[in-house]
């Protein structure tokens, strides 16, 4: 088995979920899809108020993976920075905003962007209360190391939140506690038989300045 170093630097993704495994801190699933999914519906007509939602926002991808589309998603909307936080594939996710970029010149904006190869919750810790619009897609629990730890990130969430900012949950356990919660389904852009799941979870604030655009087909949870 290749030493930690070793394996958060090979080509292979096996390799790296391995790794993952001795460290203890989730698995490294390189991931991607769901968020592809929550783009590509962003630039539908009724996925189309996720702009105003991630507007001039903060903008925080929690487990990015290896693929660009939360910064794809982010600049789409015009939000005023990007972080992809993503301890595995840092490497990955480095090289396909770089190349999603000079791919796309003008057709995306461009905005201020980085990649932080930090554990999640390492992350949140070092954050600032009520500052961050944060996404999570695919972060399920089979993922995650283990029951206390996803309290942890919750908690972490809720704290960085800003107060009349989403975090947005699409496919995910990470579910914080003491926010509202609206829930809604949406066929996926590139294969419309699959049905896709997605959260929006923020404080009363949140609710008041964005609840016209979100009761159309949604699912009010805990309001």
């Given at each position: 088995m290749p030493s930690s170093r070793e394996g958060l630097e090979s080509q292979n993704w096996r390799d790296r979920l391995d790794v993952s495994r001795d460290l203890g801190t989730g698995f490294a699933a390189p991931g991607g899809e769901f968020t592809r999914a929550l783009f590509e519906w962003s630039l539908l007509p009724e996925g189309s108020f996720l702009h105003e939602i991630l507007q001039n926002r903060r903008v925080v991808e929690l487990g990015a993976g290896m693929m660009p589309y939360g910064y794809a998603l982010a600049a789409s909307c015009e939000a005023r920075n990007f972080v992809a936080v993503?301890?595995?594939?840092?490497?990955?996710?480095?090289?396909?905003?770089k190349a999603l970029i000079e791919d796309a010149g003008q057709t995306i904006p461009?905005?201020?962007?980085?990649?932080?190869?930090?554990?999640?919750?390492?992350?949140?810790?070092?954050?600032?209360d009520d500052l961050l619009c944060v996404v999570a897609c695919g972060i399920e629990d089979c993922i995650l190391p283990g029951a206390e730890y996803r309290k942890k990130v919750e908690g972490e969430i809720y704290r960085v939140l800003e107060k009349d900012a989403f975090f947005l949950s699409s496919h995910s356990d990470l579910q914080p506690q003491g926010l509202r919660t609206v829930e809604m389904t949406f066929r996926r852009p590139s294969n419309p038989k699959?049905?896709?799941r997605?959260?929006?979870?923020?404080?009363?604030?949140?609710?008041?300045k964005?609840?016209?655009?979100?009761?159309?087909?949604?699912?009010?949870?805990?309001?």
């Open positions: 993503e301890p595995f594939y840092a490497d990955k996710q480095k090289a396909s905003v461009r905005i201020p962007y980085k990649v932080e190869g930090r554990d999640m919750l390492e992350y949140l810790k070092d954050e600032a699959v049905e896709d997605l959260r929006l979870h923020g404080r009363k604030e949140a609710f008041e964005y609840g016209k655009l979100l009761y159309l087909g949604t699912q009010p949870l805990g309001l």
